[in-house]
């Protein structure tokens, strides 16, 4: 996969929002190099990047993620990576949001990132009339205890990668293979289940204004 950098002018950069990519269904592994290359070559002139996908099935574990948590993973694959957080699925109906962004130049840290793409999710809910949450002793969005919506992040170089994994319309049998972030029986479910219809791009674009709303950004996409 390669990414281009798009350069405007710096002064600008903070204020004018990230370029948006949808870039359908990407193998897990590409992706996640194609992410540590944009941090590491990116410079202070490089406009941050928002990239929206889905993956095949994979079963991703964090820096320190005990692989006790993943209890019968079968055929799926076991990813050790390197953002923060324990094991949780990525999989076809899911959608994934990596926000490539410069958290030192917009002058966040990364607490109030985990708190932006928590509300953008519960704001889009919201939008679907569901009643979702984020809670402060483990990161994601909720739906009645259920999680709907997982938080990773990576900070290196002074700029985010990883991110949200919010589900869309998804069999969510595998989840039942791991303990969910570390939780023992924690039950998830997606927008489907709580009668939303949607597909995984739809979502995407559904839920770009709220998450530039959300980083305090000007909410018109830019679709690059």
Known sequence: MTIAASKIDASSLAVSGPALR??????????WDAMRAFTDSRSAEDRDQVWFL?????????????????????DIPVVQIDRGGQVTYHGPGQLVVYPLIDVRRLGIGVRQLVVALENAVIALAAEQ??????RRDAPGVYVNERKLASIGLRIRR????HGLALNVS?????????NPCGYAGLQVTDLKSLGTDLSVEAAAHRLAPHLLRSLSLPDQPVWS
């Open 129 to 134: 009339g569901v009643a979702a949450a984020g």
């Open 22 to 31: 949808w870039l359908g269904r990407v193998d897990y592994e590409p992706t």
């Open 158 to 161: 002074g700029c985010s990668y």
């Open 54 to 74: 889905e993956h095949p099935p994979v079963f991703t574990l964090g820096m320190n993620g005990k692989r006790e948590h993943v209890l019968a993973p079968a």
């Open 170 to 178: 998804m069999d969510l049998e595998p989840f039942g293979r791991i």
